[in-house]
């Protein structure tokens, strides 16, 4: 999988989640049903936003879902899944995308791709990616000419850039190309008024996904000797990110302008995690609500003057200052202790107390009726082996949450690991639905 937009799915919350998979697997199998099972290969992050964009626009239409077999990448589970014009659409550009990233590659000669034998084979596949998506594309009134043209221009751009060439006259061939793709979605919805807006979107995105793929490579491209946009045309740091910035808001501001049926899904993305997206390119927490931004201020801003740390704040030196009872995160109860647990004058009724049921005395309530449930006895070594094997050939270890082997604990997908750094990343949940006022965004 490859793209910039790789949402946290503990972020998500469950509904969101499942729109995502829907999406992805609704291009996965798009891909495979018009061009064979080789071409899931090119199956990408971004590539599915064009699915989401018209789904967002259309709503839901009969045909729009299908229920898919079991796979593998779903731990062997059937799944609704996106079906119709927007992921056959989707399909069509992530295969011509696809046959320029594997071009570029062979015009760098990186890895393999430095052997003419390998290469001569790659330049052949990237062809018939390019005609598989052509003829996709037309199919849907699509031309993928305009992608292939952004293709062929930015080479002879990147040749003519150096020193002092605005970083944006680099990056205008891959603005272009996602901007008409994003615009055909609203042809596809049959809003032809949303085009325009969603073109300004989508050329915003090509923007961004051009500066944030040069920053998070211009280190290992410094190293291997290769061309990096922001390395030949000085651009420091700092301007990349003001420019992404703008992009963000850019983005914002023309989503406003288009009539989505729900614009959900799309708006997480394209608002919520394409933010998070720039932040983890730039080395910045991801996560919006509580993330510390380089400034030390954390996802809903600094605090009020005089509620910070340090010797201003009347509370003490604590981040939002110690409490004026005592030590603990809220204060202490300034009647001998806190009444929730453990003080004087009773216990916590949840545990911990010297008076609840949880305190001294009284053992923790379990069984059916609530409480403490009880926990499943550990597999024998042997059991745990078959259990671990059959995780590991079915691909629940790395695509879905399972129970472990051995313990019968709860254990999250390897591929599904949460990279926002945030242990309380499952707490956002805005319910913003499209707007863009977003307490945990900022915006």
């Known amino acids: 999988m490859f793209g910039i937009v790789r949402p ?19 291009l996965c199998l798009a891909l495979r049903g018009d061009h064979g099972q080789f071409a899931r290969i090119v199956t990408n992050y971004d590539g599915l936003l064009v699915s989401v964009l018209t789904d967002a626009q259309s709503g839901p239409a009969p045909g729009s879902r299908r229920t898919a077999g079991p796979c ?10 996106a079906n119709g014009e927007g992921a056959r659409l989707a399909a069509a550009v992530s295969l011509v995308l696809a046959s320029a990233k594997v071009r570029d590659h062979v015009a760098d000669r990186d890895g393999l791709l430095a052997r003419a034998p390998i290469a001569a084979a790659a330049r052949k596949v990237a062809r018939g990616w390019d005609r598989a998506g052509a003829r996709t594309g037309a199919s849907l009134g699509f031309d993928t000419a305009v992608l292939v ?18 970083v944006l006259v680099v990056t205008e061939p891959t603005e272009a190309a996602t901007a008409a793709a994003f615009a055909h979605t609203a042809q596809l919805a049959g809003r ?24 998070e490579d211009q280190a290992a491209d410094a190293a291997a000797g290769a061309w990096n946009p922001l390395t030949a045309t000085g651009t420091p740091l700092a301007e990349a990110r003001r420019l992404c910035d703008d992009a963000l808001q850019g983005i914002r501001l023309a989503l406003r302008e288009v ?28 996560c919006g609500h509580t993330g510390v931004n380089a400034a030390g ?90 259990v671990a094997i059959g995780l590991f050939c079915t691909c629940q270890l790395c695509c879905t949450d399972h129970e472990g082997p051995w313990s019968r604990k709860k254990r999250d997908a390897w591929c599904d690991a949460c990279d926002c750094g945030d242990p309380g990343c499952g707490n956002c949940d805005c319910g913003c639905d499209g707007c863009c006022c977003c307490p945990c965004d900022g915006c």
């Open 259 to 286: 009539e989505f049926t729900d614009a959900g899904l799309a708006h997480r993305l394209l608002v919520h995690e394409l933010r998070t997206s720039v932040d983890r390119a730039f080395g910045v927490s991801g």
């Open 149 to 166: 043209d952004a293709v062929d221009r930015q080479a002879g751009i990147e040749t003519l850039a150096g020193p002092g060439t605005p």
């Open 297 to 386: 201020q954390g996802g809903h801003g600094a605090p009020p003057p005089g509620y910070g740390p340090g010797p201003g704040s009347p509370y003490g030196s604590t981040p939002y200052g110690s409490a004026p009872y005592g030590s603990a995160p809220y204060g202490s109860a300034p009647y001998g202790g806190n009444p929730y647990g453990g003080g004087a004058h009773g216990g916590n009724p949840y545990g911990g107390g010297a008076g609840g049921p949880g305190g001294p005395g009284m053992p923790p309530p379990t069984g059916p009726g609530g409480g403490v449930p009880p926990q499943k006895p550990r597999r024998g070594l042997l059991a745990g082996c078959a």
């Open 8 to 26: 946290c799915t503990h972020r998500l919350g469950e509904r969101f989640k499942t729109e995502w998979m829907a999406h992805l697997c609704g």
């Open 72 to 81: 593998p990448l779903r731990g062997m589970r059937t799944a609704s899944v």
């Open 192 to 215: 032809p008024g949303n085009a325009a807006p969603l073109a300004e979107a989508g050329r915003y995105f090509g923007r961004l996904a051009h500066l944030l793929d040069a920053v």
